[in-house]
């Protein structure tokens, strides 16, 4: 959360409770998987029966230009809703930190690493790291960086 505030997406580092008074501007955060299955490792089939879900709620936002995946099962879970969609890339994007691909629907696709203790607790992510990847989800909007004020 902290990296979202920092690119000017959130109005409060962190969040504690339902009622403290986050918002998210031009940003949405969704689940590819709704559930923590043994080991944090979905399944495929547990990533199917969770699509729809996901389907859902991009259909629910028509505007999407940017989408940053936390994690390669987000940004194969969507590239695969695209796919269901009749969206088809060639050659199909592959999932590093901090790729950029404009996918063929002219949506952008940014992948990064999961935030998840592991990643952050071993330094494969680190906060500079996250912040790159909202920085340039920030440029990919096409906007400057603004910053929401906080109150206190």
């Known amino acids: 959360m902290a990296a979202l505030h920092r690119a000017g997406f ?7 409770h339902q009622d403290d008074g986050l918002k998210l501007t031009d940003a949405f955060i969704a689940a590819a998987v709704r559930c923590a299955p043994p080991d944090n490792k979905p399944t495929p089939e547990e990533i199917a029966r969770c699509l729809p879900h996901l389907d859902a709620e991009i259909a629910a936002l028509p505007r999407v230009r940017v989408v940053v995946a936390l994690g390669k099962i987000a940004y194969d879970a969507y590239l695969q809703l695209l796919k269901t969609r009749g969206v088809m890339m060639r050659p199909r994007p592959q999932f590093a930190h901090a790729s950029m691909e ?4 002219g949506q952008i696709l940014i992948g990064c690493y999961h935030p998840s203790r592991q990643n952050t607790n071993t330094g494969k992510l680190t906060a500079s790291m996250m912040d790159d990847v909202f920085r340039k989800s920030r440029r990919a909007l096409g906007r400057n960086l603004r910053r929401t004020p906080v109150s206190k």
Request: charged content about 0%; cysteine-free; overall charge neutral.
């Open 10 to 16: 959130s109005n409060i580092p962190t969040s504690q």
């Open 102 to 105: 404009t996918l063929s629907n």
